[in-house]
């Protein structure tokens, strides 16, 4: 399938999902705020401790308190997008039960990307063998830096939609990059672009913009999952009522236009 069909997928699942549990996804955008970017806020500002101290603290905070919210939050849109009843109270659950997971990943990926900008930042300026040789070196360490940046567009998706561990999501996260490098570069920037556009008054990041972009990377995530399923791996009835019922979901879903926003009615 061509990258613009299968983003148009993804935007059509993405607004028909959000239209449908909007009140959800905004319970559990506010509960991110509350645990993450609140407390982290005031620790900065208010906490009389040195400055470097501070800086350093709160990074700690910040790491600690936002894997435990995204876990909450992509937990609840994976449900979302897999056609599984939820509501805001799974929250908890979700969160205490990827909560680990997450934070591996964070870590991981949060100590390699600075390890990375430090190691590209001395090597452009290293001038004891020359410019070129620094050059190089810096060069191979920004093509990496790019490569494990690229990868978040499936981490946190693959870590709970998949219900991945940490070694199989890093892998799959590399392997689905490798194999449609364009559509990943394009998920990720509109990600971007999402969260960007939906923070930029302030209210959006407290009450939407976290869950929205959650919702489109899990659909992309599921849309490219898919297709890669339907290329390998040959295709099977369902097995059962869930799975049938999931199935007639979807199948709603794809059917669903613009008609039905305004005439829900004319649907049944």
């Known amino acids: 399938m061509k990258t613009g069909a299968t983003l148009a997928r993804v935007y059509k699942k993405t607004f028909w999902n959000a239209y449908d549990h909007i009140l959800t996804l905004i319970v559990s955008n506010l509960l991110w705020f509350v645990i993450f970017p609140v407390p ?21 905070i910040g790491l600690l308190t936002n894997a435990y919210a995204l876990a909450g939050v992509f937990g609840i849109v994976a ?3 897999s056609y599984e009843e ?3 109270r799974g929250f908890f659950p979700l969160a ?20 990375l900008i430090i190691g590209i930042r001395f090597y452009a300026g290293w001038k004891a063998l020359g410019g070129l040789p620094g050059f190089i070196l810096a060069g191979w360490q920004l093509t990496m830096l790019v ?6 567009a499936y981490m946190m998706p693959l870590a709970i939609l998949k219900d991945k561990g940490v070694r199989e999501t ?3 996260s ?3 990059m490798v194999l449609k490098p364009g559509y990943t570069v394009l998920v990720l920037l509109q990600a971007a672009a999402i969260f960007a556009l939906v923070s930029v008054t302030g209210v959006g990041l407290a009450i939407l913009a976290i869950s929205l972009t959650s919702v489109f990377l899990n659909s992309a995530t599921r849309e490219l999952w898919s297709e890669i399923e339907a290329r390998w791996k040959p295709s099977r009835k369902p097995t059962s009522w869930k799975e049938i019922f999931k199935e007639r979901q979807q199948a709603e879903e794809e059917s669903r236009t613009l008609k039905d926003l305004f ?5 049944e």
């Open 86 to 88: 939820t509501t805001w």
């Open 40 to 60: 982290t806020f005031l620790w900065l500002k208010y906490v009389p401790v040195d400055i470097s101290l501070r800086i350093f603290t709160t990074a700690m």
């Open 96 to 115: 205490k039960r990827f909560y680990l997971r997450v934070l591996i990943l964070s870590l991981t990926f949060g100590g390699l990307i600075t390890l």
């Open 263 to 267: 005439h829900p009615w004319d649907a």
């Open 170 to 172: 890093i892998k799959w």
């Open 147 to 152: 490569l494990a940046v690229l990868m978040q």
């Open 79 to 81: 449900k979302i997008t």
């Open 174 to 176: 590399a392997i689905l």
